[in-house]
């Protein structure tokens, strides 16, 4: 059966069958089996990735005469997670620093839901770096799950459950869901806020997804697919009292735009510390095409950096074959959501991040994992595994990696 269809026939009521969700077991409580099968993968994945952490510090050490590794820890911490650390340390504006400081690190373009979480399991014990990875660890695990119960509700009685969370767990930039970044803790959010609206339960969805917004300005673009999918839904639930729950998320955006109005005067300035750090400045589309092309094959940057530009022309190409087999489709929820992450990405200077972004588009992962031919997995598994390695060392021994 196509995805759509399992979109259109799959009820709420039916997570209660036989491959339901959650299951009394005398092992582990409420897990079912299923759940169990999921989290293995993800904790056979987290070794893999320490394994090739410890490998790193060893064979690629900052200085090649070393006789001692780095401590292993500190190949996690790169980029991004400096910029949230500081603000879990200091706030946004310390000392009364900010834009209009000489040498400014624009750490409000970061929205303030992951600096938050860490400061709170920071003040329990232990140090910044393993706070971070806490947090990202808990997390993963509930987007595994998360993503294992969505595709039983399109697949039930199948395997693609586990092959979804396989080809996620492996995907090229699976290393930014195990490092101190925002991407585990916002999928943790935003995934169960969409089953909670699957299942019709669209103030858990509003709850979810406002928090979800407060970690990632993304979670605007999962309140409005909710919203879709609420509308989709309405001969069903026939609910339009929960309309309130759906608008919630806005909250977020505007509590975080009052608190940088209040210090900056100006209520956008995340957006334009992402403008001024990460040249993120809107454009039309072609102009970032051409852009990105010429950095990827006009040999005006470093063989590292033209590579990373390739890498996002084909995550823009895959995100948009994606969008258009959702539309083939009729998944108007999936879809809506998909584009509007490749308007927000496809329309700044140059493309930047995408396939990182990737980790983020949930229907990719099902739609992947629907096409349960044995040697689809199998191709996929042989040809991104080693991308997959190749990113995780090219970003812990300190390289751009997205």
């Not at 997570?15 to 959650?22: E, R, S, V, W, Y």
């Not at 169990?36 to 005469?65: E, H, K, M, N, Q």
């Not at 509700?153 to 459950?161: F, I, K, M, Y």
Request: net charge positive; hydrophobic share 55%; glycine share 6%.
């Amino acid at each position: 059966m196509t995805l759509h269809a399992r979109l259109e026939t799959s009820r709420p009521k039916r997570l209660a069958t036989p491959g339901k969700l959650l299951i009394r077991t005398k092992e582990l409580g409420w897990l079912a089996a299923a759940d169990r099968t999921v989290l293995s993968l993800y904790l056979l994945t987290r070794v893999a990735i320490w394994l090739t952490a410890y490998a790193a510090v060893w064979v690629f050490p900052a200085d090649g005469r070393a006789r001692q590794p780095a401590d292993v820890r500190t190949a996690f911490a790169r980029w991004d997670w400096n910029h949230l650390v500081s603000i879990a340390r200091e706030g946004y504006f310390p000392g009364d620093t900010g834009p209009w400081s000489e040498g400014w690190d624009n750490r409000e373009a970061f929205f303030p839901g992951f600096p938050l979480v860490l400061r709170a399991v920071h003040s329990a014990g232990g140090d910044w770096i393993w706070a971070g990875l806490l947090i990202s660890f808990v997390s993963g695990a509930i987007v595994v799950l998360a993503l294992a119960r969505i595709a039983r509700l399109h697949w039930p009685g199948t395997d693609v459950d586990r092959t979804a969370v396989l080809f996620f767990l492996t995907s090229p930039c699976s290393i930014f869901l195990a490092v101190g970044y925002t991407e585990a803790l916002f999928l943790a959010l935003a995934l169960p806020a969409w089953l909670a609206a699957r299942r019709h339960r669209w103030a858990l969805a509003g709850i979810l997804c406002t928090l979800a917004t407060t970690v990632r300005i993304t979670g605007l673009f999962v309140a409005v697919a909710i919203a879709v999918q609420f509308l989709v839904d309405i001969g069903v639930h026939r609910n339009w009292r929960a309309v309130s729950w759906l608008v919630a998320p806005v909250s977020a955006a505007l509590g975080y735009g009052i608190y940088l109005f209040e210090k900056t005067s100006d209520p956008q300035a995340w957006r334009h510390a992402q403008e001024r750090g990460w040249d993120r400045n809107a454009t039309n589309p072609w102009h970032s095409l051409t852009t990105t092309w010429e950095a990827a094959f006009g040999h005006t940057y470093s063989t590292a950096y033209a590579v990373e530009f390739r890498a996002e022309l084909v995550a823009i190409g895959i995100g948009l074959a994606l969008l258009v087999f959702l539309l083939f489709r009729r998944c108007w929820a999936e879809a809506t959501y998909i584009a509007l992450n490749l308007a927000a990405l496809g329309a700044s200077y140059w493309y930047l991040s995408i396939p990182r972004a990737t980790l983020l588009w949930w229907p990719l992962w099902l739609c992947l994992a629907g096409l349960r031919h044995p040697f689809v997995r199998t191709m996929y598994l042989c040809v991104i595994a080693p991308l997959s390695t190749i990113v995780a060392l090219v970003f812990l021994t300190g390289r751009w990696a997205g």
